[in-house]
């Protein structure tokens, strides 16, 4: 059986079993309009195990047309694209401004997910006034360790671009993928963004990739992680850290229920999704060549593709196979299974099973 959301109504519209969360009106794209960029991550999902590949980059007239076929999905759906552009490096699309005027003007709320070098004082003043309402940067460790598994040089860079975006307007995002290489760095880097006036920090877990097939992680030692940092984000909140701290990895909603601050609700619906991933309930993934993804993080999650299917037809068919909560090896018999599920992905990419267990969940 097939999941529904607590916080969405059926529509009888044109999406079949499209759904619409109540208090919430938007449906995002983590539209990926060029591979092309400055860095060859050991991590990348474009390059990582090809670094010969040539990149793709998505031409103007078929942007033009993403975008409307976004809207009329949307459309049909209640709601209102928002959009990550991304990449590759977003800003080194040749007709990345024509595409930013064209959202700013089409009232379509944008960010970007892309890297430091091509942010100037100017590049930064004019996203603000096409309406980017943030902008977010990666940093993976400590200098020494982001620079290796980056680029040299981009902690520094990354960490100046921060203060550059500030004075502009925009919010700061930063992340960091979190795995063995830099898992016991991150506590103190935390304190390197909040000391870099960042506006948010939240941090995921590698996904591996065939040639390395693990994140290097142990349940116990990602939980330790969670504490350490649970902590930290309660100390420097208590203390007037400007900085927000998010909790993307689902495996938190773990953490709030051990430490008693989070308990399913007495009447939540069975089978019902509240929250946890969002892979087939609220995101798709758009890549340069326009075919769909559930998910960028999750291998062979390629659903067709923008111009020769059916937006609608996709949600209401192949996508719905990610919202069968019973199919949850682990996580079906358990009482946050509504909740968080962990992250499908990192499942995918070690145990070969979007539904397997999550292997960093440390729950008996």
Known sequence: MTAVFPFFR????????????????????????????DQRCRH???YGDDGTKAPLTMPWDKLLEAVALCETFC?????????????GDPLLHPDFWRLAEHLHRRKHSFAILGNPFHLTKTVCRRLKKLGCLRYQLSLDGLEETHDLLRKPGSYKE???KIGMLKKSGLKTTVMTTVSSLNIDQIPALVDEVVAAGADHYAFARYCPSAKDGTNGLTPERYRELLYTCGKKFHELIEAGC?????????????YDYENGRFTPPEDALPNVIYGGCHCGTQHLTLLPNGDVMACRRVPDSVLGNLFTHSLEQLWAGQLSQYRQLERFEKCSGCELLSWCRGCPAVAKCTNGSFYSPDPQCWKE
């Open 75 to 87: 459309e049909g759906m209640g709601m209102r694209p928002f959009f990550f552009l991304t990449g």
């Open 44 to 46: 990348c999902y474009i």
């Open 10 to 37: 059926k529509k009888p519209n044109k999406t079949g079993d499209g759904i619409r969360q109540l208090g919430r009106d938007t449906f995002s794209f983590q539209f990926h309009i060029t591979d092309a960029c």
């Open 242 to 254: 400007q900085t927000s701290f998010g909790k993307k990895d689902h495996l938190w909603v773990l």
């Open 158 to 160: 990354t960490m100046e």
